[in-house]
Every structure is written in structure tokens, then in C-alpha cells.
Nanobody
Framework: QVQLVESGGGLVQAGGSLELSCTASGGTFSDNTMGWFRRAPGKEREFVASIWWNGGVTYSPGSVKGRFTISRDNAKNTAYLHMSDLHPEDTAVFYC?????????????????WGQGTQVTVSS
């Protein structure tokens, strides 16, 4: 069983930056693929980015590429999502996700574990 706790959400002005953190407990973090999804008001949850156990990254082909950076620190059992040049349309609840045993995480993948979500609000 893996527990995921997100932090770092909040209110930011358009053009600003935020960094989300996701700390995992349980399981073997270094073998997890970690990822971030988001759900904007009135929309379906969508894939944002993932970072594989070996450090490889996958980003949504949409507007986040070039503005968002996913990273991980295995010594801290923590994954991060650094977001810059935020737009009002980035407003969403951001969810951390984890797949164990080096399983991939892509936009259509099954996700083993979810965090509770953290709200990001970007004002214009």
C-alpha cells in the first residue's frame, strides 16, 4: 500500500510559478513511476506528466510542455511538479499518482495509487 500526500498548491497570479510536492510512504519509491494529473472545473481529469523509475519523463502533448517540469528525489521519497508561466486555464485540482514495480504511466495508463489532490488557482 502506498500513501501519497501532495502539498504546494495555492493561489498565484497569471505568469507566476508554483512547485507541487508529492511525498510517498509505503512500497519502494525508487521503483515507482510517479505522475501528475489535473482536473479543471467542469472537465475530466487529464494527464500532465510522469517520471519513470529511471528518470525518463513524459509530458502531456498539450500546453504544459515547456512550462511544467517534473522531477523526483528518491532520497526524500518525493516527486515534484514545477510550474511556471501559469495561465488562468491551469486552474485545477492537481493529483499525484504512483505506479509500482516500474509500471509505465501514460495518459491512458491504469494508476495504482492517487493522492488526495491539491488546489491550484491562477488569477488573471
Amino acid at each position: 500500500q502506498v500513501q501519497l500526500v501532495e502539498s504546494g498548491g495555492g493561489l498565484v497570479q497569471a505568469g507566476g510559478s508554483l512547485e507541487l510536492s508529492c511525498t510517498a510512504s509505503g512500497g519502494t519509491f525508487s521503483d515507482n513511476t510517479m505522475g501528475w494529473f489535473r482536473r479543471a472545473p467542469g472537465k475530466e481529469r487529464e494527464f500532465v506528466a510522469s517520471i519513470w523509475w529511471n528518470g525518463g519523463v513524459t509530458y502531456s502533448p498539450g500546453s504544459v510542455k515547456g512550462r511544467f517540469t517534473i522531477s523526483r528525489d528518491n532520497a526524500k521519497n518525493t516527486a515534484y511538479l514545477h510550474m511556471s508561466d501559469l495561465h488562468p486555464e491551469d486552474t485545477a485540482v492537481f493529483y499525484c499518482a504512483a505506479n509500482q514495480n516500474r509500471a509505465p504511466m501514460t495518459p491512458l495508463s491504469h494508476v495504482d495509487y492517487w493522492g488526495q489532490g491539491t488546489q491550484v488557482t491562477v488569477s488573471s
